[in-house]
Nanobody
Framework: QVQLVESGGGFVQPGGSLGLSCAASGNIFNVFIMGWYRQVSGTERELVATISSGGTTEYADSVKGRFTISRNYAKKTVSLQMNSLKPEDTAVYFC???????????????WGRGTQVTVAP
């Protein structure tokens, strides 16, 4: 099992910045992917950004150039720096941890509880 603890989020005006952090602990293998997803009530959860244990990143088009994801491999943490925030970035942000024991195994996903980000005047 893997446990995730999220921190950060809150309220900010349009154009402002916020940061999110997530720390993973438990039975963690050497290769994994950590990332952030977000969800607005009544809609599907969507990818924001992910980063692999090797440092490969992926971003949603809507956040490219504004959000930056980073990770500390040794500490098993992932952070999301969100700049130039827009009202449409308002959502509950969830940390996700994905890993598998080896290349023949299936991935197992773990989710954090979520943290609210609100962007409004």
């Amino acid at each position: 099992q893997v446990q995730l603890v999220e921190s950060g989020g809150g309220f900010v005006q349009p154009g402002g910045s916020l940061g999110l952090s997530c720390a993973a602990s438990g039975n963690i293998f050497n290769v994994f992917i950590m990332g952030w997803y977000r969800q607005v009530s009544g809609t599907e959860r969507e990818l924001v950004a992910t980063i692999s244990s090797g440092g490969t990143t992926e971003y949603a088009d809507s956040v490219k150039g504004r959000f930056t994801i980073s990770r500390n491999y040794a500490k098993k943490t992932v952070s999301l720096q969100m700049n130039s925030l827009k009202p449409e970035d308002t959502a509950v942000y969830f940390c996700k941890f994905r890993q598998r024991r080896n290349v023949l195994a299936k991935y197992t996903d773990y989710w954090g509880r979520g943290t609210q980000v609100t962007v409004a005047p």
